[in-house]
């Protein structure tokens, strides 16, 4: 019998050991805590560390070394979602990314796997898809929505990009950084600050914003990105 229960304890250290390590990272506790119970309750998966900012999810990558990680789109530091998956692949190219969000992934989705993620899913999606996209970018697979999937394929046919009617999938991903931060509130010399850029590439990056959404003033400008992001949030 003692033989017995050596093994069953090798056993259980075996399955252990085969668990995938998760980082999540997500600026709000409440999602962090919901994740790190969803995944840790599944067989093949544990969560080794968390992190509420970018930077914290670069030194917890370092400290917990997971095997892949759950990234939020929008954090509350002055990085955003596609500044930290080119830092994650830039150092770390082997890493699986899923990014888990609340943004229209007809404009973040495609973004974001350029930017090096391996995954792109929506919070409102269910339980079990989260799961069922960990696994599919721990082997290596993209995993996307069928939605962005049949777009991606419209693509390599040569079909261009699929119009969806909203101006905003026109903007770069700097644009569109510049376009979330005038949305938060934040001027010209601000937002310059934050990107540690000049402010004049920032009024240049305004100006392309104002003429690709066909806006004429920065008054516009304001108002739109405010409208914009308002409906995002109640879409969320």
């Known amino acids: 019998m003692p033989e017995t229960t050596e093994a069953a304890k090798e056993s259980q250290k075996a399955t252990s050991k085969k668990k995938s390590r998760v980082l999540v990272v997500d600026d709000h506790p409440v999602v962090r805590e919901g994740l790190q119970t969803l995944i840790d309750q599944e067989s093949d998966f544990q969560v080794c560390a968390v992190a509420a900012t970018s930077r914290e999810a670069m030194t917890k990558v370092e400290s917990a070394k997971p095997d892949l990680a759950i990234v939020d789109f929008t954090l509350n530091d002055d990085e955003d979602g596609i500044g930290l998956i080119k830092a994650l692949r830039a150092k770390h190219p082997d890493l699986p990314i899923l990014v888990l969000s609340i943004h229209d992934e007809t ?5 974001a796997l350029r930017a090096g993620a391996n995954g ?11 799961v069922d996209a960990l696994r599919k970018v721990l082997k290596g697979d993209i995993s996307v929505s069928d939605k962005m999937a049949g777009r991606l394929l419209q693509r390599m046919a040569g ?6 009617g909203n101006p905003v999938e026109q903007l770069s991903d700097r644009e569109l950084q510049v376009f979330r931060w005038i949305a938060r509130g934040f001027g010209t010399r601000q937002i ?29 400008l304001v108002r739109h990105a405010v409208l914009w992001s308002t409906g995002e949030k109640s879409n969320s």
């Open 107 to 111: 404009i973040y989705a495609e973004r």
């Open 120 to 130: 792109y899913l929506m919070k409102d999606e269910p339980t079990s898809k989260v």
């Open 159 to 164: 079909q261009g990009k699929a119009a969806t």
């Open 192 to 220: 310059a600050g934050k990107l540690g850029l000049s402010i004049k590439t920032i009024e240049t990056y305004r100006e392309n914003i104002k003429r690709k959404l066909d806006l004429h003033s920065g008054v516009e």
